[in-house]
């Protein structure tokens, strides 16, 4: 296309439409039993030879929307302690605490011993951190 040309309405919303299917298919998890997902790396989604970060927080994101009760996520943080390598990776996910609106969780990706973790605030109303264990943090 030059700058003249503009895409049909139609066209552009099939190019959306395949793009959030490629999208969908790409940060696809498979639960493995015991609270682990399986999922890959795509190449289409690296910045050089690494994965982008966001690309790998989508992942996780995913995995956490399939295993807890609460699936949107209302906050995340995450901490990438190295680069993540395309290919397959392990979710590993911990349910830390659970009310009926809030779900507060860990979830560790696994490649290579490389990891970070992520947890997880449906929804704050209300929070009580009274009974929530944060030993973990130590």
């Known amino acids: 296309l030059n700058g003249s040309e503009r895409i049909?309405?139609?066209?552009?919303?099939?190019?959306?439409?395949?793009?959030?299917?490629?999208?969908?298919?790409?940060?696809?998890?498979?639960?493995?039993?015991?609270?682990?997902?399986?999922a890959e790396v795509h190449r289409g989604w690296r910045i050089g030879s690494v994965a982008n970060g966001g690309y790998v927080l989508a992942l996780?994101?995913?995995?956490?929307?399939?295993?807890?009760?609460q699936p949107d996520p209302l906050s995340i943080n995450a901490f990438y302690l190295a680069p993540v390598a395309l290919g397959e990776v392990e979710v590993a996910v911990e349910s830390l605490s659970e009310t009926r609106s809030t779900h507060f969780a860990s979830a560790d990706l696994l490649l290579f011993f490389l990891g970070f973790r992520v947890l997880v605030f449906r929804d704050l109303a209300g929070l009580d951190l009274a009974g929530l264990d944060l030993a973990w943090l130590e």
């Open 60 to 69: 996780v994101g995913r995995t956490l929307a399939e295993a807890l009760n």
């Open 8 to 38: 049909p309405d139609k066209g552009r919303q099939h190019l959306k439409r395949s793009s959030m299917s490629q999208f969908a298919a790409h940060t696809a998890v498979s639960p493995q039993g015991d609270s682990r997902w399986q």
